[in-house]
């Protein structure tokens, strides 16, 4: 318990900091938003209405910095992470939540999928190094090596131009009205099936390469040597005294990577125009779009967080010496 109160407090001093700095870089950067707005929307906002829109963003001169912090804190506790300047006057939270689910069911899903797939080829692979199952280092070698975005490339050059059996780009028929009904859920389905195989083809090699390495080095620990000599089943031995070792290092990889579920394959979102939260963060990059980008930004600062509170408590699970050290 100990150990767990220290590592609340400390994400909680890490998230306080974040959320500080979150509010400081906006007020830090040169420009004026609100005359970039002005100029967005050439004419069609009365200029009397500037000091007005200062106060609605939270960017009135004439509150101290103090003032305004304490706002920015009222405001982020009732959930209002203020308006979108690219899709004025929508609220951010309003556009994280609608772009949310798309990366969490593309992203989320294809990252466990990549996560237990490789995890449990790296385990065999480890366990049976020298056996025919080696082949398969160098084409993980080579294939984690290729980034996200290339890989998404070569895929839409295949399988949707030459043989074109996925769409190119988009998440679902423009047709549909999205709705919780067979034919926007299989057509969502569909366009998220090939950048969900780039996904797990590219990020399944790395899990297979660190499993496996991992279990090479745990295969001649002298545990496990006593647990073979004591005449344990092989599977035993194998899952049990190796793999749960072994796997210490995957874990703390797979919690980072669930933190960035959030912002999403940024590259491959981009790659296939899925609407999901790291597409819509490059076109708020691109739009100049402050307050969306600190609302993305915290939204995946926060998750970072919250997904490595979650692989400390796995670990203090599976690793008794963390819990004695605290």
Same mark, same amino acid.
């Given at each position: 318990?100990?150990?767990?109160?220290?590592?609340?407090?400390?994400?909680?001093?890490?998230?306080?900091?974040?959320?500080?700095?979150?509010?400081?870089?906006?007020?830090?950067?040169?420009? @004026?938003?609100?005359?970039?707005?002005?100029?967005?929307?050439?004419?069609?906002?009365?200029?009397?209405?500037? @000091?007005?829109?200062?106060?609605?963003?939270?960017? @009135?001169?004439? =509150?101290?910095? $103090?003032? =305004?912090?304490?706002?920015?804190?009222?405001?982020?506790?009732?959930?209002?992470?203020?308006?979108?300047?690219?899709?004025?006057?929508?609220?951010?939270?309003?556009?994280?939540?609608?772009?949310?689910? $798309?990366?969490?069911?593309?992203?989320?899903?294809?990252?466990?999928?990549?996560?237990?797939?490789?995890?449990?080829?790296?385990?065999?692979?480890? !366990?049976?190094?020298?056996?025919?199952?080696?082949?398969?280092?160098?084409?993980?070698?080579?294939?984690?090596?290729?980034?996200?975005? !290339?890989?998404?490339?070569?895929?839409?050059?295949?399988?949707?131009?030459?043989?074109?059996?996925?769409?190119?780009? /988009?998440?679902?028929?423009?047709?549909?009205?999205?709705?919780?009904?067979?034919?926007?859920?299989?057509?969502?389905?569909?366009?998220?099936?090939?950048?969900?195989?780039?996904?797990?083809?590219?990020?399944?090699?790395?899990?297979?390469? /660190?499993?496996?390495?991992?279990?090479?080095? +745990?295969?001649?620990?002298?545990?496990?040597?006593?647990?073979?000599?004591?005449?344990?089943?092989?599977?035993?031995?194998?899952?049990?005294?190796?793999?749960?070792?072994? +796997?210490?290092?995957?874990?703390?990889?797979?919690?980072?990577?669930?933190?960035?579920?959030?912002? /999403?394959?940024?590259?491959?979102?981009?790659?296939?125009?899925?609407?999901?939260?790291?597409?819509?963060?490059?076109?708020?990059?691109?739009?100049? @779009?402050?307050?969306?980008?600190?609302?993305?930004?915290?939204?995946?600062?926060?998750?970072?967080?919250?997904?490595?509170?979650?692989?400390?408590?796995?670990?203090?699970?599976?690793?008794?010496?963390?819990?004695?050290?605290?």
């Amino acid at each position: 318990m100990k150990y767990l109160l220290q590592r609340i407090a400390f994400y909680s001093v890490t998230a306080w900091a974040a959320i500080t700095i979150n509010f400081l870089i906006p007020r830090l950067m040169p420009g @004026d938003p609100v005359q970039a707005l002005m100029s967005r929307f050439q004419g069609q906002l009365d200029t009397n209405a500037i @000091d007005s829109l200062k106060a609605l963003f939270g960017l @009135d001169k004439h =509150q101290s910095l $103090w003032q =305004q912090y304490t706002d920015y804190w009222s405001h982020l506790l009732d959930g209002d992470l203020g308006l979108s300047f690219t899709n004025f006057p929508t609220p951010v939270s309003e556009i994280i939540s609608q772009s949310l689910p $798309w990366t969490l069911a593309l992203v989320g899903i294809t990252t466990l999928i990549s996560f237990l797939l490789g995890t449990g080829i790296g385990v065999f692979t480890g !366990w049976r190094r020298g056996s025919w199952m080696d082949s398969l280092l160098p084409v993980t070698t080579f294939i984690s090596a290729i980034p996200y975005f !290339w890989l998404g490339l070569i895929a839409i050059a295949l399988f949707a131009v030459k043989w074109p059996l996925f769409p190119e780009s /988009g998440g679902f028929d423009d047709s549909l009205v999205p709705a919780f009904d067979w034919p926007f859920i299989s057509s969502a389905l569909y366009h998220g099936a090939l950048p969900g195989l780039t996904i797990v083809l590219s990020a399944m090699a790395g899990w297979i390469l /660190g499993m496996r390495n991992m279990m090479v080095t +745990v295969s001649s620990e002298d545990y496990v040597m006593v647990a073979q000599a004591k005449g344990l089943s092989e599977r035993r031995v194998m899952f049990s005294y190796a793999a749960r070792n072994a +796997v210490l290092p995957n874990i703390s990889g797979f919690a980072l990577s669930l933190g960035f579920i959030v912002g /999403g394959t940024l590259l491959v979102e981009m790659v296939f125009s899925y609407p999901g939260i790291g597409y819509k963060l490059f076109q708020a990059v691109g739009g100049k @779009d402050y307050p969306l980008m600190q609302g993305i930004f915290l939204i995946i600062t926060l998750s970072v967080l919250a997904a490595n509170l979650l692989a400390d408590i796995v670990y203090m699970l599976l690793d008794p010496r963390t819990r004695r050290e605290a």
